[in-house]
């Protein structure tokens, strides 16, 4: 039963984490139409810093060694640029259609995990992945064709586009990240890194929101930090492309609360794809009888 209770763990903290993230993006998307995609991320990061920073002073007022800081740094900027052109196509796209095209990501991090991190892939781990994006694009395709693509939509795919490829190498690096550093420095290091990165635009970009928008853009940046700190500790603990098809879990809050967010209502596709990622988690996540043994 411990065993059992400690391979279960991981699984759940991802799931945690994602649905904190789900949500959001969910006020995150309403942030960026109000002042637009750059500035609501940017004071999102910089909340997130302010907010988990003291944390990391109380618990370790020593700075990483060099090469911990290194890999900081490179997923500080991968994070900067991903969230950046995702918020950013939220804004020029269909929901339904970015979403669909993000959740290319976790299918390509697993063979970024074989080639960066070592990682054996296993053949349930595949075709976890692949029923897990089968079943996004069920829950799209009773969707996309009714959606209405806005002037600049090619602008949206191709952000969307380079966003899914960052995510990808970002899922790896939060690996390699969560080996090395504690939840509190990983989400500490990765807002303020962000925002030094992005604070590079603040005099050509930054717009300064009102009302309503703070108020989105706070609880954005308390969501992603309890999801940062959530994928930290469980990706610390289970290999990548045990994770990483849990991602597609996403689609499943996004569908929720985009319904209590935006009056998005679910229809029997989303059901039926929701069917084949639970299906895909549940091959991804089981052990085989020689792991229950150990």
Not at 188 to 207: E, M
């Amino acid at each position: 039963m411990s065993n059992s209770a400690e391979h279960l763990r991981p699984i759940l903290a991802t799931m945690a984490g994602i649905a904190l993230f789900s949500a959001m993006d969910a006020v995150m998307k309403s942030a960026s139409i109000a002042v637009g995609a750059y500035s609501a991320y940017l004071l999102r990061c910089l909340l997130g810093f302010a907010m988990i920073a003291p944390f990391w002073l109380w618990r370790s007022r020593r700075m990483p060694e060099k090469h911990v800081m290194r890999v900081h740094i490179v997923r500080g900027v991968v994070v900067a640029f991903m969230g950046w052109t995702f918020f950013a196509s939220l804004v020029r796209l269909p929901l339904a259609e970015a979403i669909a095209i993000s959740f290319v990501a976790p299918l390509i991090a697993l063979f970024l995990a074989a080639w960066l991190l070592g990682e054996k892939i296993e053949r349930r781990a595949i075709i976890a992945a692949i029923l897990g994006l089968a079943g996004v694009m069920v829950i799209v395709g009773g969707r996309i064709g009714r959606e209405r693509m806005t002037e600049d939509a090619v602008t949206g795919l191709i952000l969307i586009g380079v966003s899914a490829l960052l995510y990808a190498w970002n899922l790896v690096l939060q690996r390699q990240q969560a080996l090395v550093a504690g939840p509190v420095e990983v989400s500490t290091f990765q807002n303020g890194i962000v925002s030094f990165v992005l604070l590079a635009g603040a005099p050509f970009l930054l717009v300064w929101p009102e009302g309503r928008a703070w108020l989105e853009i706070g609880a954005g940046a308390a969501l992603a930090v309890g999801a940062a700190l959530f994928l930290a500790w469980a990706y610390a603990r289970a290999e990548a492309q045990r994770l990483v098809p849990i991602e597609y879990t996403g689609f499943l809050w996004a569908s929720l609360f985009g319904w209590l967010y935006f009056g998005e209502r679910v229809g029997p596709t989303t059901v039926a794809g929701a069917v084949l990622i639970v299906i895909g988690c549940w091959i991804a996540t089981r052990r085989r009888p020689e792991q229950r043994a150990l």
